[in-house]
């Protein structure tokens, strides 16, 4: 088939058809034609593996007794590969027996019809698998752009969780031991001894920026300990 049948560019739904018998391909092929469907073939399994891979159509039909690789074979395949997981596939297969039914379904069939399968059957079944096709895709889409929504929201909270933060740390105090404070620590004396106190370093803290406090500390030159001299209530007291 031509290139019109890309999944990007045809308007109706496009069925691979893989049967090694000609005249079966033939006769599904023209119904679907009718049922307003495109068709593909393939007549053994690694070319409809290559198609199905190239064309990703909307469902792929198999028989399971092919050559180069069996329907079973291809089934699996086709699950395990990224890109063509969903679609879904239907077996269309002379091998009645509940196993091969079974086997068919664990390999990754959708839906299993056992030959001779009227071709109204297989139109009806094809219809059926692709809407549910079609359903299954717009809720993942509305799903996804929910999840992009809420990653979105989640975006603009965290950004203004962020900023609130940047707004506190601008206006958060900060609480530290200096030697240079704001306000020059004044000449102090002994209380015990009456000599001149050394200054050795200053706090700044206080409740918030705006309203910061300064406390001094001396040391008297005659080991009579250590002194705190609060800046705004001007009191001086031992500390150590």
């Not at 509305?142 to 707004?167: F, G, I, P, V, W």
């Not at 009579?224 to 001086?236: S, V």
Request: proline fraction near 5%.
């Amino acid at each position: 088939m031509n290139g019109q049948l890309s999944s990007s560019t045809r308007d109706n739904p496009l069925a691979l058809l893989v049967d090694r018998d000609t005249d079966t391909r033939r006769m599904y092929h023209q119904f679907l034609n009718i049922g307003q469907w495109l068709v593909d073939e393939a007549s053994d399994g690694r070319e409809a593996l290559a198609k199905a891979i190239a064309m990703h159509p909307d469902v792929v039909v198999t028989e399971t007794r092919l050559s180069g690789m069996s329907g079973y074979d291809l089934c699996s395949i086709l699950r395990r590969d990224s890109a063509t997981r969903e679609i879904p596939i239907v077996v269309v297969t002379g091998d009645a027996f509940d196993t091969d039914v079974a086997n068919a379904r664990r390999a990754g069939a959708d839906t299993v019809l056992i030959k001779p399968c009227l071709p109204e059957t297989l139109l009806a079944e094809l219809r059926r698998l692709h809407e549910r096709s079609r359903e299954l895709r717009a809720r993942h889409a509305a799903t996804r752009l929910k999840a992009l929504e809420q990653l979105a929201r989640s975006d603009h909270l965290l950004e203004k969780s962020n900023e609130l933060q940047r707004r506190i740390l601008s206006h958060v105090h900060h609480r530290h031991d200096t030697t240079t404070p704001p306000i020059q620590p004044p000449v102090l004396v002994c209380p015990q001894c009456d000599h001149t106190l050394v200054y050795r370093r200053s706090h700044i803290g206080g409740v918030s920026a705006r309203h910061p406090e300064q406390w001094d500390y001396f040391e008297c030159p005659n080991n009579c300990g250590t002194f705190q001299y609060r800046e705004r209530t001007r009191k001086l007291r031992k500390v150590g």
